[in-house]
């Protein structure tokens, strides 16, 4: 690769609005700009992992047939259903320079609040209220003492995690919490013509966040607070709000994805989320998303969690054990980190 | 030359298919000072790096006392005598001062560890041979800019120097501070070190180089000595005659825009008071540290206003961020462009319109796509930005050029009130020209000016009334015209 594709982060994580055509200085001059405009969107982060997915794709559909079943997919897609929020959310903290280690455990937590409330005689909507109302305010402590008191995120939350998981332990003394009513179920396991409730919301969501964080002025700015966040200050743009804002999304998403969990399952458990912050990390960086802040998109992390998917169900199809899953994820977030260090010292060097 | 210390003979380096230095001829006496000035991408830096031993030439030698020396990388220039002062300091900010000096070379004992007493002596022994009261156990990080600067050159007279390259030494000192840097060098000279002085400021290449080349294009343009006049260097770098560095001055402001009314901010500034009227550049002159900057971070609402208030055509406002002050129209180009004006892995176009998106989007925020291409566009054009295509990665662009992308952030912003601090730093004299002329006309269309800088024959040549700073006031407003550098040298620091 050149050094000025647009392959290159700094270009790819360039939103649409700004830029549609994301011409290289070489596409400018070539006669024909459409061309230089397609050969622009094939070299995007978004279009190699595509190119890797079908890759992945091709390969398992021919080693186990079975990975072309209908129940398969299906259940590729469910379980992609809780990673997904957690890991637009992420997304989002990471373009404003961030980082939530929070994530999981709050889905945890949520998922325990949530339960107790139903097993409580509380009304649905209510006690779904209330499961959010517990993620929110996680994600407000987050963002409070990110955004307000200027502690490093990566301890900020450290703590919350701790805290988030072990009070859901406390709440639950370990214990599975189940019985929940039937009309709280339906939310996990209703359908819509066949396609799963979750789902529907999930994708709803994602293209609302995308098209929100490349044309809508309020949440664009994170670009400009992520990568230099004094200068966006300067520039008048209100960067503590945003960063407060991207900690209460990003715990108000993994609420969202404790409910799907809980209702799915129907019951909640303190370890529900287990290791889902470092999912959510290793997509969103396989995306596009870089530690430095102020690059990444919600379609690379979606993208990025697709493949995360298909190469632990690979694991499973190849009758390889579960507990590999971690070794798994591991693994490729090294590796998308790794490239991103990789990137960014090309970029350094030239 | 028998006496050159350091001399670079035919020296031509190419980037790729780009002739960077052809046949580049210079040497240095001992107990000399030799300045190398030229514009922006004149090849001063790839030729320092030749010499510091960071890049092998294509051709051409480099001798050190005669003879012929060829390093494979910068240590063993170090280790020949050759130490470079870069612009962008290598100091650790954790460390102090003589840990800095002595880098990875502390004196220790046989077992490797750290005789401290000695590390201490030896910096205070190379401190107070320089004439320089530094406190060895301070930590770097705490000192001010000229301070830092005394403990690079501190570091490379421990490495034993005959050969001293300074690269912009000055671009962040105050005068005093600049000064006591020359009389510095000058004892140098006198130990018969020879010294390579690079520098875009060509009152002070005057005023203590021994000889100048210029470079241009690469080329040796010519080579003068310290009684050659500024017009005849600065046509020598550019290869033509720049007439009129500064643009006339508006002989009639308008009405009175802008006012501070004894604004003041505990430790910083105290009872300043001004006013700024319509097509008006106003200087702001004094030494680094008077207090210049944070007034202005006061008024455009990033550091709180702790006392008095500003008005805005006669109202009294209240501006608590930067956000506000810029939707009243007022602007504030920051001095450090690297950290606090520029998002540098962002294209140009970003950039150019970072502070003026809110006036690029729909009413519910959605951002137009073709006005900002437009707006971008548009800039890039009036202030000749190059390249010019504004989807390049801003930190791809020279320093000139993102100079002039930081201008055009706040040219589209359209205020009323701009704020300019130290606008022309580290570019070169072309883009300098440009820049004056930009907010010239500006203030011609209306706007108010004020115009931070220390470098004096630009506030003198611009503005049309100056304010002087010295330790958190405002001590005096003179007439542009008729003040003198040393008028405003009596008043800035008396």
Known sequence: MSSQVPGDPATARVPAPISPAATTPVGRLAPFAAVGRWRALLRTREAALVLLILVVTSALALAEPRFLNASNLLSIGTGMVYELPVAAGMTLVLILGGIDLSVGAILGLTGVVTAMALRSGMAVPLAVLVGFATAGSAGALNGLLVARFGIAPFLVTLGTMSIARGGATVLTSGYFLSGLPASYIAIGRGQLLGIPYPILVVVGLLLVCDVLLKRWKPLHDAFYAGHNPAAAYLSGINVSRLVFGGYVASALFAGLAAVFMTSRLAMGYARFGDMAELRAIAAAVLGGASFSGGTGSILGSTLGVLLLALILNGFVLLRLSVYWQGVVSGLMLIVAVAVDAWRRRRNEAR | ?494
């Open chain 2, 1 to 494: 030359m028998t006496d050159s210390i350091l001399s670079v003979e035919r020296v031509s380096k190419s980037f790729g298919r780009h002739k960077v230095l052809d046949e580049v001829t210079f040497a240095v006496r001992a107990g000399s000072i030799h300045a190398l000035v030229g514009e922006n991408g004149a090849g001063k830096s790839t030729l320092m790096n030749i010499i510091g031993g960071a890049l092998p030439p294509d051709a051409g030698t480099v001798s050190i006392e005669g003879r012929p020396v060829s390093f494979a990388d910068p240590s063993e220039a170090i280790e020949a005598g050759i130490s470079t002062v870069h612009q962008e300091f290598s100091l650790f900010p954790n460390r102090s001062v003589a840990q800095n000096i002595f880098g990875h070379r502390e004196p220790a004992d046989r077992f490797g560890f750290i005789r401290w007493r000695a590390l201490r002596e030896r910096a205070h022994e190379i401190l107070s041979d320089m004439g320089v009261d530094l406190d060895p156990d301070a930590l770097v990080g705490h000192l001010s800019v000229g301070a830092r600067q005394l403990v690079e050159i501190a570091k490379a007279l421990s490495l034993r120097a005959r050969i001293l390259i300074l690269d912009e030494p000055t671009s962040a000192l105050s005068d005093r501070e600049a000064q006591r840097l020359f009389s510095l060098l000058g004892d140098l000279k006198s130990r018969g070190v020879g010294i390579v002085y690079i520098s875009h400021r060509l009152g002070e290449v005057l005023q203590i180089a021994d000889e100048i080349s210029v470079l241009r294009d690469g080329r040796l343009a010519g080579r003068t000595t310290a009684d050659a006049s500024p017009a005849d260097l600065v046509s020598l770098m550019v290869g033509r005659h720049i007439e009129d560095i500064t643009p006339p001055r508006q002989t009639s402001p308008g009405r009175e825009i802008f006012a501070a009314e004894r604004v003041g901010r505990a430790g910083a500034f105290s009872d300043v008071s001004f006013r700024v009227r319509e097509r008006e550049i106003l200087g702001f002159a004094g030494l680094v540290g008077s207090g210049r900057s944070e007034v202005a971070r006061a008024i455009f609402g990033a550091d709180g206003l702790e006392a008095g208030r500003v008005c805005l055509d006669g109202h009294a406002l209240k501006i608590a961020s930067p956000r506000q002050a810029i939707s009243h129209g007022i602007g504030y180009l920051t001095e450090d462009r690297k950290t606090l004006g520029l998002f540098l892995p962002m294209p140009v176009r970003d950039n150019i319109v970072a502070a003026s998106l809110w006036k690029l989007v729909s009413r519910m925020g959605w951002l137009r796509p073709r006005a900002i291409r437009a707006q971008s566009a548009a800039y890039v054009q009036r202030l000749d930005i190059r390249p010019a295509d504004d989807q390049v990665e801003t930190l791809n662009l020279s320093g000139g050029n993102q100079q002039k992308v930081l201008l055009a952030k706040w040219l589209s912003v359209e205020p009323r009130v701009l704020i300019v601090d130290e606008p022309t730093r580290g570019v070169d004299v072309a883009a300098k020209a440009g820049i004056h002329r930009h907010l010239r006309a500006l203030a011609d269309q209306g706007a108010a000016v004020i115009l931070i800088s220390s470098d004096l024959p630009e506030v003198l040549g611009l503005s049309d009334r100056i304010a002087v700073f010295r330790q958190g006031r405002l001590v005096t407003i003179l007439d542009a015209t008729t003040a003198t550098q040393e008028d405003v040298m009596r008043y800035a620091s008396a």
